[in-house]
């Protein structure tokens, strides 16, 4: 028996291994879908699986439950995809490395994938076997959630008769969420323009950033790798008039790129490092302690004649990273100390056809994304860029009265003996999709205590994993009873 097997709860735990197994990145969930889809059959339990490869699951209620309505659970099948830059594992077939450390259970040198898959865990574990008491359950396992609710978009909600959902994909115990933002991706193409250039040429990595979850966690301000490359291009060109080939920096516009390599040619490649060096020092000074792996490493390369951007080109490139939005950039007027909107500059990347990237904005007011569309959409059109907005999703909005919430808090105080927090969120849950679709649904999101989603320090408290365990099977007997 394996050490992650072996923890408490064993149920919850042995399904998480199970699916740890299984590569599922973003827009790669056919196989976890499946899986999902065979457990189901070799149940007995009803199933369907859709295009996207959402699945929907139902069982029936236990004895003693049967006239109760149902209860809908719901969590996403696909998790972000991060590495260390040293790291071998292949997203594509590769199983997670999972190991405990301190209380926590990792993966190494990788995201875990507890966002999502302790709620697909959870559910799992309920479906297998008949030592929980419930009403009748229907499981949905949506996809595509971390690039923008693409499986959520695209589900048809009709096979569903329950009116109260529990969201599993909230990553803070003790706190129940009852609202979330909205938002979209923004997508840019500029056009670049090449000649050939003498000089050094020199690679230069930003890194070390603490990255992590673009909505949750922009408000602690890590840093931005994609900024800093901004920063960094303009004084190297303003002091040694160097010329840039190469930038790349981020892989999803959800994760707060900790990372960005840049390509220059250089005509004083000791002055290059010596100026380096100043920046380093005075990003350090900036950020205190809040970054402490913060580095900027220089490689010197071999001097000839090298494909460069166009000075023109260049500079747009370096307007561009200074100029676009990122970060905080409204507090909510009524919930205090809650951000309304934010955006992240989350992909940057150059190819043979120019400049790429990729941004993320969030917002709880509608009027404020439709700003940040024009914003955004007026700053490519004056570089010259073409540009799409895609994976739209609306915010979940607070509402005052709601059956399932009293359940929820009330389940949660006979379990811990704690009164829980009730908020909303600065991040995008599903739960704004589905009462779009089905306007009846009464939902609340929560979830076992998670850190540094999104970044390769992810972990899950394994206490935490155990006591939201007993809170779940207390709401599904709370549940009940209102039958």
Known sequence: MSEISELEPREVFYWFEKISEIPRGSYHTKDISDYCVAFAKKRGLWAVQDAQNNVIIKKPATKGYEDCEPIILQGHLDMVCEKRADSAHDFSKDSLD??????FLKAKDTTLGADDGVAVAYALALLDGDVVEHPPLEVVFTTDEEVGMLGADKLDLSPLEGRMLLNLDSDEEGVLLAGCAGGFDFTMDMPLAWERLDGFAMDLQIGGLQGGHSGAQIHQQHGNANKLAGRLISYLDKQANIRLYQVAGGTKDNVIPSQCDIKIVAGDARKVKSLCETVLATWKAEFGSDEPGLFLQVKTGEEGTHTVMEAKSMEKVVCFLLNCPDGVHEYSRFLKGLVETSDNLGVVATNEQGLHCKILTRS???????????????????????????????AWSYEETSRIR??????????????????????????????????????????????????????????????????????????????
């Open 364 to 394: 709880g007011t509608r009027s404020k994304l439709e700003e940040f569309k024009e914003r955004l959409s007026s700053f490519a059109k004056v570089l010259g860029a073409s540009f799409h907005i895609e994976g739209e999703y609306p």
């Open 98 to 103: 999972l190991y405990v450390e301190d209380g």
């Open 406 to 483: 009293p359940i929820v808090a009330a389940a949660y105080e006979k379990v811990t003996g704690r009164e829980p927090v009730v908020t909303t969120i600065h991040a995008g849950l599903e739960c704004g999709l589905f009462c779009g679709k089905k306007p009846e649904l009464d939902c609340i999101s929560f979830g076992p205590q998670m850190f540094d989603i999104h970044s390769v320090n992810e972990r899950l408290d394994i206490a935490s994993t155990r006591r939201t365990w007993e809170l779940l099977k207390e709401i599904l007997r709370q549940c009940g009873r209102m039958g």
